[in-house]
């Protein structure tokens, strides 16, 4: 126990590093590596049971989205703020799909979308050690962790992803866009988008 405490404020104080890093960087290149090395190692520090209330404090004033809320990444405001500097305004999807450096609009014209969605986003869970299982709703967390569902919409004038999450009471939330609200939801299946993969995930411990 003793070890695990002592390997947590290594990992503290290495993400403090990281962001007192971040007004050093001077390209938007350099900013997504940077964060993919902070989730990384955040990812160890998270719950691998999601827990409603315990992650509402956590993440409800978080700049993340509905892919940082469902996967449990931390985003702290000052990365958030620099990609806003370095895209002017323009948000993409470099806060999430930590692996990929495509902006929404090489995203949203890919012919093949959603098998590019799922691409991401199984490139993004190898690189931060979480294992995944197929899985679905009604069925049971196997592997002790949590679910995540991930649905898409390939309109051809807008293509669109979103992502919620299963907590340790059986509910389901989600968190509605960048800075958006997380609120619990009712009816999960029911998504006006298409369904793409439910998985269970299981996050890294610290050994």
């Given at each position: ?7 947590e ?28 090395e902070y989730?990384?190692?955040?990812i160890?520090?998270m719950?691998?049971?999601s827990?409603y209330?315990?992650?509402?404090e ?20 000052v990365?958030y ?6 895209e002017?305004?323009?948000r993409d ?11 929404t609009?090489?995203?949203c ?8 969605l799922m691409f ?5 869970l190898?690189?931060?050690q ?7 709703f009604g ?5 002790g962790g949590?679910?995540?569902a991930?649905f898409y919409?390939?309109?051809f004038?807008?293509r669109d992803?979103?992502?919620i999450r299963?907590?340790?009471?059986g509910?389901w939330?989600?968190?509605?866009g960048?800075g958006?609200?997380?609120?619990i ?5 029911n998504n006006?988008y298409?369904?793409l993969?439910?998985l269970?995930l299981?996050k890294?411990?610290?050994?």
């Amino acid at each position: 126990m003793v070890i695990i405490k002592l390997r947590e404020q290594y990992i503290k104080l290495e993400l403090l590093k990281l962001k007192n890093r971040v007004a050093l960087v001077s390209s938007v290149q350099d900013l997504r590596v940077l964060y993919a090395e902070y989730c990384k190692l955040n990812i160890f520090l998270m719950n691998n049971i999601s827990n409603y209330e315990v992650d509402y404090e956590l993440f409800s004033n978080d700049f993340g989205n509905c892919y940082t809320y469902a996967l449990g990444l931390d985003c702290p405001d000052v990365f958030y703020k620099k990609f806003e500097e370095f895209e002017k305004g323009y948000r993409d999807f470099s806060i999430g799909f930590i692996s990929n450096p495509m902006v929404t609009g090489d995203l949203c014209r890919c012919s093949d979308f959603s098998n590019k969605l799922m691409f991401n986003l199984i490139k993004d869970l190898e690189d931060l050690q979480i294992e995944y299982f197929d899985s679905d709703f009604g069925i049971k967390n196997i592997h002790g962790g949590s679910k995540i569902a991930i649905f898409y919409n390939n309109g051809f004038i807008c293509r669109d992803f979103h992502v919620i999450r299963e907590n340790i009471d059986g509910s389901w939330s989600e968190k509605c866009g960048y800075g958006g609200n997380v609120q619990i939801i009712d009816e999960p299946q029911n998504n006006p988008y298409h369904l793409l993969k439910v998985l269970e995930l299981k996050k890294p411990k610290i050994k």
